[in-house]
Structures are given as C-alpha cells and as structure tokens.
C-alpha cells in the first residue's frame, strides 16, 4: 500500500483526500496547508497527520504527493515533490506562465520524475468511451469538434481575482480536451470575450462569456463556448463530427426520471457543478496514480499541460488582438 502526502485542504484537497482513503491500494498519511487549522481538521476527518511540508517530503513512507494547492504553487511544489524522490499528481493548470511550466518540465525529465497532470475530464467515463469509440472509427476521421463548458454561475470576484483569467482557470479544460480527441495540438487560435453576466468579473480585469476556435495542422476545427454561468446547471458536452455521423456526450442530470403530462415533458436539473458531474472522473484519476505508483506511464504529463498553457495564453492574446494567434 502506497503512502499519499496531500498539500491542500481546501475544495479539491477534499475530494482527493476521501479519494485516496477509498483506494485499496493508497493510504493517506500526511496533509499539507499554509491554514495549519484546515490541515487538521482534514486529517481528523480521515485518519492523516497534519504535517509541514518539509516533513512530508522528509518522510521515506511516502511514495505519492498530490499537489492541490493553488494554481502559483503547482510547478515549485511539483519539482520539489520530484526532487525528494516522490511521484506527483499535481492538479491543472500547471504554473500560470508557459515559461515557467517548460523550464520546469525540463527539470523533470532530468529527475526521471514520474508526474501525472490532473486534467480529470479525460478520465471521465462519459467522454472517455466518446474518445475510445471515436479512435475505432465509429464516424469515420474526425472533421470537426465542438466543446460546451458552462458554469451554472459566476464564482465570487475574490476567485476570479487570484484565477489567472478564464482561459486559464476555466478554458484550460478544454484546450486539453481538444488536444486529447483531436489527436493533435491545434496551430492557430482565434477567440473573443465579453463580460455579460457580472460586472464584478470585469472589474476584476477578466471576461464570462468566450467563443474559441482552433484549427489543426490539416485543417481540423474545434470551436469551444465558455461561460461563468448558464441559468439552467453545469452544462458540459461534446460532439464530434465526421463523414459517418455525430459522437456525442450530452448532459448529466441528477437522476434519469422523466414525467410527461399535458404541458409538456419534465425531467430532473443538470448535476449542479464539477464536484458532482466529475465524481466519477476524479475517482479514476486518484485510481490513474495508483497505477503511476506501480510503474504505469503517467496518462497525462507535463507536457500535455505545457501545450494546454500555450494555447490558453494564445486566446488571452487572440481576445485582446482580435486576430488569430499561435500557440
């Protein structure tokens, strides 16, 4: 049984805590927060020490480190988590600059470090089996993607602040998703943004509201929306085109009860936000590093997180320009 160091207690801290102590093969032994105060009372919850970092990396047990802190300590943590000798899982985005996280990528292939980026979507059962059905050739080549990411409402202008701006925070999801169907990184960039549902999320320097398009080397598109909110839940799909037909992956409601009666066809809400729709995905990923700990290659490394960065930072430039940008 492998030995986890978690750094973060905060919301995704907790998800991957209950996710490790439920692996059969993982054993949660320390937690890590700059609040001392959150890192114990997540300990208590599931049997950890609350621990200094140093002590963490210092403690030979350990064999894992999941990095879930916020996104500036994600590629200082990561080296030193790899430099001690340990296995990272270090949540998205990797770094907020792209120079940074290929420097660091560097230093880690130099280590021989084994690191698993968290871009938990692709793990997700739903658009998992879209992307094993779609590599069988179910609609022939793929022609064109499209990619729905809406958040059911805004996050409060304190996030968006410390956020490093939709494409980053938000969009980088789907520039990951684009990349891993398409087969390919796209070569151009074109995007537009508008703040339209708070006004606070413009004070704050950032956009709610983006259009993306992407094009591959042989002339492939991929058009992504993003919005901080939909009115109507967490709205996430796909569909992929090609000569045969549409793969698609719809909406995840919280049950699948319809009633139907004279004024029309009811159904239950859309699951309400990532923690529920991606339960599943953020299970498979935690069972992803399990097997990383057992010598499996990492399914998404940092170079799969390095050219997710390069094309956020292409949108951000795209949106200010209006022209179409290179990642």
Same mark, same amino acid.
């Given at each position: 049984?492998?030995?986890?160091a978690?750094?973060?207690?905060?919301?995704?801290?907790?998800?991957?805590?209950?996710?490790?102590?439920?692996?059969?093969?993982?054993?949660l032994?320390?937690?890590?927060?700059?609040?001392?105060?959150?890192?114990?009372?997540?300990?208590?919850?599931?049997?950890?020490?609350?621990?200094?970092?140093?002590?963490?990396l210092?403690?030979?047990?350990?064999?894992?480190?999941?990095?879930?802190?916020a996104?500036?300590?994600?590629? &200082?943590?990561?080296l030193?988590?790899?430099?001690?000798?340990?296995?990272?899982?270090?949540?998205?985005?990797?770094?907020?600059?792209?120079?940074t996280?290929?420097?660091?990528?560097?230093? *880690?292939n130099? $280590?021989?470090?084994?690191?698993?980026?968290?871009?938990?979507?692709?793990?997700?059962p739903?658009?998992?089996?879209?992307?094993?059905?779609?590599r069988?050739?179910?609609?022939?080549? $793929?022609?064109? $993607?499209?990619?729905?990411s809406?958040?059911?409402?805004?996050?409060?202008?304190?996030?968006?602040?410390?956020?490093?701006?939709?494409?980053?925070?938000?969009?980088?999801?789907?520039?990951?998703?684009?990349?891993?169907? *398409?087969?390919?990184s796209?070569?151009?960039?074109?995007?537009?943004?508008?703040? $339209?549902?708070?006004?606070?999320?413009?004070?704050?320097?950032?956009?709610?509201?983006?259009?993306?398009?992407?094009?591959?080397?042989?002339?492939?598109?991929?058009?992504?929306?993003n919005?901080?909110?939909?009115?109507?839940?967490?709205?996430?799909?796909?569909?992929?085109?090609?000569a045969?037909?549409? *793969?698609?992956?719809g909406?995840?409601?919280?049950n699948?009860?319809?009633r139907?009666?004279a004024?029309?066809?009811?159904?239950?809400?859309?699951?309400?936000?990532? *923690?529920?729709?991606?339960?599943?995905?953020?299970?498979?990923?935690?069972?992803?590093?399990a097997a990383?700990?057992?010598?499996?290659? &990492?399914?998404?490394?940092?170079?799969?997180?390095?050219?997710?960065?390069e094309?956020?930072?292409?949108?951000?430039r795209?949106?200010?320009?209006?022209?179409?940008?290179? &990642?």
């Open positions: 049984m492998h030995a986890i978690l750094i973060g207690a905060g919301r995704i801290g907790h998800i991957h805590a209950a996710n490790v102590v439920a692996h059969p093969g993982l054993r032994k320390h937690i890590v927060d700059c609040d001392p105060a959150a890192a114990t009372a997540l300990a208590t919850v599931h049997g950890a020490i609350s621990s200094s970092l140093e002590a963490a210092a403690d030979p047990d350990v064999a894992g480190v999941i990095v879930a802190s996104t500036p300590s994600h590629v &200082p943590l990561t030193a988590a790899a430099n001690a000798g340990k296995a990272v899982l270090c949540e998205k985005p990797f770094g907020g600059v792209t120079a996280a290929r420097d660091a990528t560097v230093r *880690l130099q $280590l021989g470090a084994h690191v698993l980026i968290g871009f938990n979507r692709r793990f997700d739903h658009f998992a089996g879209l992307h094993v059905r779609l069988a050739g179910e609609i022939g080549p $793929l022609e064109a $993607l499209h990619l729905t809406h958040d059911p409402a805004p996050p409060p202008a304190d996030y968006i602040a410390a956020s490093g701006g939709l494409f980053l925070d938000m969009a980088i999801h789907d520039f990951d998703m684009a990349r891993w169907l *398409l087969g390919a796209p070569e151009t960039v074109f995007a537009a943004g508008s703040c $339209l549902v708070d006004p606070a999320i413009g004070a704050a320097g950032d956009i709610d509201t983006a259009r993306i398009v992407l094009r591959s080397a042989d002339g492939r598109l991929c058009s992504i929306s919005s901080r909110r939909s009115g109507y839940g967490y709205d996430q799909r796909i569909e992929a085109y090609g045969a037909g549409m *793969l698609r992956v909406n995840v409601a919280a699948r009860v319809e139907w009666d004024s029309g066809e009811h159904a239950a809400t859309l699951q309400n936000f990532f *923690l529920d729709r991606y339960a599943d995905a953020y299970r498979a990923e935690i069972g992803q590093f990383v700990l057992d010598g499996a290659v &990492p399914a998404i490394t940092p170079h799969d997180a390095v050219a997710a960065l094309l956020a930072e292409a949108a951000a795209s949106a200010r320009s209006g022209c179409v940008e290179q &990642p």
